[in-house]
């Protein structure tokens, strides 16, 4: 997909990812704007097939670093590949970002471009919205993560902080269509935390997730991750599926056919799931880049006022 880059004359934040005009930011972005006192503040979408080019990468990331009024941005999809194709162009790199190998988010600061992967902030913030307190140590159950990308490597860099203690699960499962990213994954994790079992099961079709699905405990967390229902039609569980009972299962999408939702929905009375959808997850994720990218702090009243404005 190609894109032309043309200088900013305003302050603009750009927002990478596959179908960027159809997310609720766009129409969102401008009212956060004026909240924040972003003055002339704009977003713009910078869309790519997933897996493109180094070549597509880099003529994305120069042309943010070298145009002064482009001010940063927010990577989704892209962020494992962004960050490989493009690491040599960063001149500061965060911690997170360099264990994950990933950029979610681009900004400047002191004449150096930088990248921070945000997702384990914004994935444990979300996961506190709804994940009730020392639920690992009072239940025990199990997580899966459908897909091995970056916001499943996110969480479990989340789930392993030392501040949780005991209050972790003892066993993560990461489930993934294909084998290099599972390897990815094992790599990145590995030793990550001694009370943490991982898992990592290539399942190359929807009915090996099923059975992966059907192995859980009761209590378990199921993640879907992998961009089906968003970037993708369909999901990454068949109808035939069946929960564990007494689960959260998490769609971390907010926009799309939500398949994978719908299909926990089917069986919620009967297996008294939770279900959450990804929407906390949006809140979280831009406001925490866009507070890097502008420069700003955005507190629990401001960040309370924003996701009501983003409602209306």
Known sequence: MSNVYEPATTPTMYFIGV???QSSIMKIFPRWAEKLKLRNAVIKGIDFTPHSSAKEYREAVMFIKNDPFSMGALVTTHKIDLFNTCKDLFEYIDPYAEKLGEVSSISKSGGKLCAHAKDPISSGLALEHFVPQNYWTNYDGDVLLLGAGGSSLAMCVYFAQKKFGDNVPKKIIIANRS????????????????????????????????RTLASLKPHSLIVNATGLGKDGPGSPLTDNCVFPEDSLVWEINYRGDLLFKRQAEAQAKEKRLYIEDGWIYFIHGWTQVIAEVFHIDIGRDLLDALSDIAKL
């Open 179 to 210: 084998v290099p990213r599972l390897e990815s994954a094992k790599a990145i994790l590995d030793g990550i935390h001694p009370n943490i079992h991982f898992e990592y099961i290539h399942n190359p079709t929807p009915g090996d997730n099923d």
């Open 19 to 21: 179908t960027t005009g």
